[in-house]
């Protein structure tokens, strides 16, 4: 039997559901990408990504991946030998660690249990320590993906003020952007990195960087070899709405209307949206009695929750009767925490039910797999989704 009815849940934490929007967009003929009509889309979409950030300043688009993005941000402001400032929060700080290594920037990598986000005091006290300013980034993931803990970016920002450091802040929002407030001016951040497959709920395909005029002058002096991810040329390109090669045209079909979908809910709506659906998931997890993996209230993640599994019970078991049984997709563990957790994923486009579905599979899956746990979890959810429903600051439209 190789036909499934129903449709799959999609519930790592991204690439996420694309909605049928989106898809019906990208389906349109490819046009000529230094055509007219081109030009006028891409203006729209330079324009309305700037919203999306939360800031005034150019933001570029890759055709890439994610590490692509990190890529740019590095060799576009950095030279060979520079000092960075590291956090490794998890396996996506990690890999970004590993590739400043390859690019010859030398990090100053600060260990975590992998629990939580980066420690302002902990960039406080490493930026007082550096009197040479000889550390020229600070390098954080917003939203650590691995582990569902989420810095505290705007708290990071007055750290390296108080130490009084020029560093330049590099901050990765790949599982963050258009799911958790974030805000590129407000908080003084020097280039963001993002993708398309997560908040922006479009297929993997598209990366970006947005900029600060502190990163656009460092580039004029870095030396790293760049070409393919010069910031120079794709801005001067990007004046008139085109790019200096060809552009992923039927992405950014896409990428227009899921901006257009953003605007119409509203970004203070959407943070609201993966709040809530956060916190209804953390209540079924508790219901469970398993642990979530971020130690730290505060910083909970509101894209994804990490669930620690009961020693001795192997994830990547559950995940595949689960996928077996219901059709649904969870999130390994990665690194350092293969097979001792699973991710829920609950962002993009998402709603009430939605999640009730994605909880529903979970607590049926540990019951299915012998894991031991309470029953109850997804009532628990369901009460905080009802509760909040009703409160009268939630805007139902
Ligand atoms: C926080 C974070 N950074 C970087 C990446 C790497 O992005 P990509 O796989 O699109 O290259 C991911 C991928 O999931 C991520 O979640």
């Known amino acids: 039997m190789t036909y499934k009815s129903g449709r799959h849940f999609l519930q790592i ?5 694309v909605p049928d929007r989106v898809l019906r967009a990208i389906d349109n003929a490819t046009m000529d990408h230094r055509g007219p009509e081109f030009g006028r889309m891409s203006l729209e979409i330079l324009d309305g990504l700037k919203g999306v950030f939360q800031t005034k300043q150019p933001v570029v688009i890759y055709p890439a991946s994610g590490t692509g993005a990190w ?24 890999l970004w660690n590993k590739m400043a290594t390859k690019l010859g920037v030398s990090v100053d990598l600060v260990p975590t249990d992998w629990r939580r986000g980066v420690d302002p005091a902990a960039v406080e006290a490493k930026l007082k320590e550096d009197k040479q300013h000889s550390i020229k980034a600070v390098c954080v993931v917003h939203n650590e993906t691995s582990t569902g803990a989420t810095s505290r970016i705007g708290a990071i920002r007055k750290a390296i003020d108080a130490a009084g450091h020029p560093a330049l802040y590099m901050v990765d929002t790949i599982s963050s952007l258009a799911s958790i407030d974030y805000r590129h001016d407000e908080w003084g951040v020097d280039v963001t990195v993002a993708g398309s497959q997560k908040g922006l709920m479009l297929p993997p395909g598209l ?3 947005a900029l600060s005029e502190k990163a656009r002058k460092a580039s004029a002096a870095a030396k790293l070899p760049r070409s393919y991810w010069s910031w120079d040329e794709m801005l001067a390109n990007n ?13 950014l079909y896409g990428l227009h209307e899921s901006l257009q ?19 209804a998931t953390r209540r079924a997890v508790r219901g469970w009695g398993l642990e979530i993996l ?5 910083e909970y993640s ?12 192997d994830a990547d078991r559950l995940r595949k009767m689960i996928l077996e049984a219901y059709d649904m997709s969870l999130g390994t563990g990665l690194g350092r925490l293969a097979g001792k957790v699973f991710r829920i994923g609950h962002l993009g486009d998402f709603n009430d ?6 909880l529903a599979g979970v607590e049926m899956g540990l019951e299915l797999a012998g894991v031991p746990h309470k029953k109850g979890g997804v009532l628990a959810a369901f009460e905080h989704l009802t509760e909040s429903a009703r409160a009268p600051s939630r805007k139902v439209a």
Do not use: I, Q, W
């Not at 039910?353 to 994605?358: D, H, V, W």
């Open 13 to 17: 934490p991204g690439p996420t559901n």
């Open 239 to 251: 004046k008139t709405g085109y790019f200096p090669y060809t552009p992923a045209t039927n992405l």
């Open 302 to 313: 509101n894209t994804l929750t990490t669930v620690v599994m009961p020693a001795g019970h």
């Open 294 to 298: 971020c130690a730290v209230a505060e």
């Open 207 to 209: 990366s970006f960087n």
């Open 71 to 94: 890529e740019a941000a590095l060799v576009n402001t950095l030279s060979p030998g520079d000092r960075v400032l590291m956090f490794e929060t998890g396996h996506f700080a990690s």
């Open 353 to 358: 039910l939605t999640l009730a579905g994605t």
């Open 261 to 279: 979908m953003l605007r119409d809910e509203g970004l203070p709506n959407v943070f609201a949206r993966h709040a809530r659906h956060a916190e």
